[in-house]
Nanobody, 124 residues
Framework: QVQLVEAGGGSVQPGDSLRLSCTLHGGSFRTYSMDWFRQGPGKEREFVAAINWSGTESRYLESVKGRFTISRDNAENTVYLQMSNLMPDDTAVYYC?????????????????WGKGTLVTVSS
């Protein structure tokens, strides 16, 4: 059974950087597009970023463009989310998800598997 395990969350100050990782276990990583979603306090879960199986195509939530970068290492079965210039509005539980859709999608309904999430808190 496919399992996604996130890591890298924590508490940081505004302007800081953080890198999240998500490792897929029990499946063929290369066959999945990978996404990151987040859910802030009192908010609905929203799409953040997605990347196709080869890493050649990505898409982002408008508000994180230029600050966040999604990447993947197929040899390590891991997808990353490099976050820079973090803002308090980025505070959320971040979830990774896997889908078989091509090109990568931004809607939750297309995701086949989800991780349990990792908390990112941005506060001064």
């Amino acid at each position: 059974q496919v399992q996604l395990v996130e890591a890298g969350g924590g508490s940081v100050q505004p302007g800081d950087s953080l890198r999240l990782s998500c490792t897929l276990h029990g499946g063929s990583f290369r066959t999945y597009s990978m996404d990151w979603f987040r859910q802030g306090p009192g908010k609905e879960r929203e799409f953040v970023a997605a990347i196709n199986w080869s890493g050649t195509e990505s898409r982002y939530l408008e508000s994180v463009k230029g600050r966040f970068t999604i990447s993947r290492d197929n040899a390590e079965n891991t997808v990353y989310l490099q976050m820079s210039n973090l803002m308090p509005d980025d505070t959320a539980v971040y979830y990774c998800a896997a889908s078989r859709m091509v090109p990568p999608q931004s809607h939750e309904s297309y995701m086949a598997y989800w991780g349990k999430g990792t908390l990112v808190t941005v506060s001064s």
